[in-house]
Every structure is written in C-alpha cells, then in structure tokens.
C-alpha cells in the first residue's frame, strides 16, 4: 500500500508562487512514477504534470508549461508553481503509478492518490 500526503497549498496573489510536495511512504519510491493533477469547483479533474521514477523525463499540460516545474528526491515529489492565475486555483492532488518509467496524463492509469491541498489564486 502507498500513502500520499500532500501540503503546501494555501492562498497566494496573482503572479505569485508556491511549492507543493507530496510525502510518500510504504513502497520503493523511485519505482512509481509520480503525477499533479487538479480539480477546480465543478470541474473534472485535469492533469496538470508528471514526472518518471528516475527524474529524468516529465511531461506538463499545456496550460502550466513554462510557469510550473515537477521534480522529485527520494521520498517526495514537488510542484513548484510561478507565475500563478486565477485560473490555477484548485484542489491539487499527486498520485502515483507503476511501472514507472513513462509519464502518463491519463487519470485512472494512477493507483495511489493523495488527499489533495487547496490552491487559491486570487486576482
């Protein structure tokens, strides 16, 4: 069983900037690749970005390219986000899949969730 447990989220003005990481525990981390995702009041969760277990391939949606950066050590992965729009504001979630050597966009590939942290971004 993994455990996922998010935090960093909070209030934050436009153009501002948070960090998000998610803390796991209870597998082999480098062997999960890792994602962000995020749901807005009364819309489906989207994804957001991922990363491999080794660190070394990512993949961002296009709506954060250049603005957020996914990256990860040996027990958490993070979400630093720049550059931050109202329209980022969410509930932000990290999941976990394996194998993990592919990054993947699709949300029921991922086994293990997070409880999500709420980002608000306002204008």
């Known amino acids: 069983q993994v455990q996922l447990v998010e935090s960093g989220g909070g ?6 900037s948070l960090r998000l990481s998610c803390a796991a525990s209870g597998h082999t981390f480098s062997s999960y690749a890792m994602g962000w995702f995020r749901q807005a009041s009364g ?22 390219k250049g603005r957020f950066t996914i990256f990860r050590d040996n027990t ?3 979400l630093q986000m720049n550059s931050l729009k109202p329209e980022d504001t969410a509930v932000y979630y990290c999941a ?14 991922y086994h293990y969730w997070g409880q999500g942290t709420q980002v608000t971004v306002s204008s």
């Open 11 to 16: 209030l934050v003005q436009a153009g501002g």
């Open 43 to 64: 819309k489906e969760r989207e994804f957001v970005a991922a990363i491999t277990g080794s660190g070394g391939g990512s993949h961002y949606a296009d709506s954060v």
């Open 76 to 78: 958490k992965v993070y």
């Open 96 to 109: 976990a899949r394996t194998p993990g050597n592919t990054v993947v966009m699709v949300t029921t590939l």
